[in-house]
Nanobody, 125 residues
Framework: QVQLVESGGGLVQAGGSLRLSCQASGLTFGSYHVGWFRQAPGKERIFVTAISRIGAYIAYADSVKGRFTISRDNAKNTVTLQMNSLKPEDTAVYFC??????????????????WGQGTQVTVSS
């Protein structure tokens, strides 16, 4: 069965860095676009970043541009999210998701087929 497992979350001070990983299994990983979304308490799950099947197309939310970097290694079935210059407003549960369809990665949450369980990121001020 398809599994996406996030790791790397934790507690960090403002200005610090974290590196999240999304490990996939049970699917032909290189056939899927992968996105990261986040959900703060009491708020909707929102788009953070996405990368297309071979990494040719990448999109970022305006709020993370210049601070976050997404990358993927299809040989290892892994997508990585490097988060630098973290702010308290980045605090959320971060989810990775996989999307089979479309020509490029989408920002639309409803387009994603599979989701991980999430990893908590907490940024203290």
């Amino acid at each position: 069965q398809v599994q996406l497992v996030e790791s790397g979350g934790g507690l960090v001070q403002a200005g610090g860095s974290l590196r999240l990983s999304c490990q996939a299994s049970g699917l032909t990983f290189g056939s899927y676009h992968v996105g990261w979304f986040r959900q703060a308490p009491g708020k909707e799950r929102i788009f953070v970043t996405a990368i297309s099947r071979i990494g040719a197309y990448i999109a970022y939310a305006d709020s993370v541009k210049g601070r976050f970097t997404i990358s993927r290694d299809n040989a290892k079935n892994t997508v990585t999210l490097q988060m630098n210059s973290l702010k308290p407003e980045d605090t959320a549960v971060y989810f990775c998701a996989a999307d089979l369809d479309g020509l490029r990665a989408t920002t639309e949450r409803t387009e994603y087929d599979y989701w991980g369980q999430g990893t908590q990121v907490t940024v203290s001020s």
